[in-house]
């Protein structure tokens, strides 16, 4: 069997088959060309390098798009105290190589169709009429692409089904939270949490393994929160929903990311628009984490996590005991 992309460590020599998530031509700061790449198994996914196109052993990297397999030879080098493979030899695959993509792609632990049950049944328990109905219209009506869509093309919950497993942990905190604070309400968090990244789908270019190599053009023109804007205020009007509650949803996902500089004009104005901006602040904090120490021995750091302002994180020794 393979060994997993995560476990090589610096130094170590890569040989084996991995998804191509991207590969986009740059130029260095010397003027020369390379290509920036994403590879990729079930282990999680690594940034690879092609340094010197002229070497005939890459010669096929120019033409080879993302969202494949490739075979590749490499070695692990640190940047920056990042794990980085350096290509060495990159092929397409052939029919004869023995190599199953699906058993490549990562994967959120919990099939689509169970985390799609389980979060329209939460959708279908919401009290409120209105919140019910809207969600669950909007989960049924996309329920196709929810079921393999992953929630980022790079950092939390990008794999196929990310995007519900990101919703289904926050749900499980939302029904947590609400035990603790009456001032939430059920129906209103519930309604937020399952549509707050609805617009993910349109925002993001995803094939059914759930790879995602980049966004859309409205994807990348507007963003998921406008787009999501959109998505509710359309729905809601077509079903004649009270204009509070369209307006409350609406600031829910306008404001969730709580800073201009992270899409959000708004910041919470109400509870739940406050829970949801922690929960899925949380919830894709703890997805870095939890990526970030797969394959870290006891006693030892993870690489430096990008989105958590490089910081390293560490895995205690008295865990393992």
């Known amino acids: 069997m393979q060994k997993q992309l995560m476990e090589y460590k610096t130094g170590e020599k890569v040989l084996g088959f991995f998804l191509l998530k991207t590969s986009v031509l740059r130029t260095s700061n010397k003027g020369g060309e390379y290509l920036d790449m994403v590879i990729a198994d079930q282990s999680g996914d690594m940034i690879a390098k092609v340094w010197d196109l002229n070497n005939p052993d890459v010669q096929q990297a120019r033409d080879i798009t993302g969202r494949q ?3 590749i030879k490499a070695v692990i080098t640190d940047w920056n105290g990042q794990r980085q493979a350096k290509i060495q030899k990159i092929r397409k695959i052939t029919p ?4 199953n993509t699906e058993e490549l792609v990562p994967s959120a632990p919990m099939d689509g169709k169970d985390m799609y049950r389980e979060i329209l049944e939460k959708a279908r ?3 409120d009429p209105d919140f019910r109905t809207l969600t669950t219209a ?3 009506e996309n329920r196709e692409r929810l079921e393999y869509f992953p929630a980022a093309t790079r950092n939390h919950h990008a794999v196929k089904g990310g995007l519900l497993y990101h ?3 926050m749900l499980l905190t939302a029904e947590a939270v609400c035990g603790i604070y009456p001032v939430l309400s059920r129906d209103i968090l519930y309604c937020g949490v399952i549509l707050h990244d609805i617009a993910k789908l349109d925002e993001i270019d995803s094939n059914e393994l759930g790879m995602a190599e980049n966004y859309t053009f409205e994807g990348q023109m507007l963003g998921h929160i406008v787009q999501g804007i959109k998505i509710i205020d359309a729905k809601c009007r077509a079903l004649g929903t009270p204009d509070e509650k369209r307006v409350m949803v609406e600031h829910m996902i306008l404001s969730h990311h709580f800073e ?3 899409g959000s004009p708004k910041k919470p104005m109400f509870p739940e628009a406050e829970m949801l901006h922690f929960l899925d602040l949380m919830d894709a904090r703890m997805y870095d984490i939890e990526k970030s120490l797969e394959g870290v021995a006891p006693g030892g ?3 430096k996590i990008y989105s958590m302002d490089n910081r390293k994180m560490y895995k205690p020794v ?3 005991e």
């Open 167 to 169: 919703v289904y942990r």
């Open 96 to 99: 004869e190589d023995p190599v």
């Open 260 to 262: 201009p500089e992270f």
């Open 318 to 320: 008295f865990e393992e």
């Open 301 to 303: 750091f993870s690489d």
């Open 69 to 71: 397999v490739v075979k």
């Open 125 to 127: 328990a919401i009290g």
């Open 138 to 140: 909007l989960l049924e």
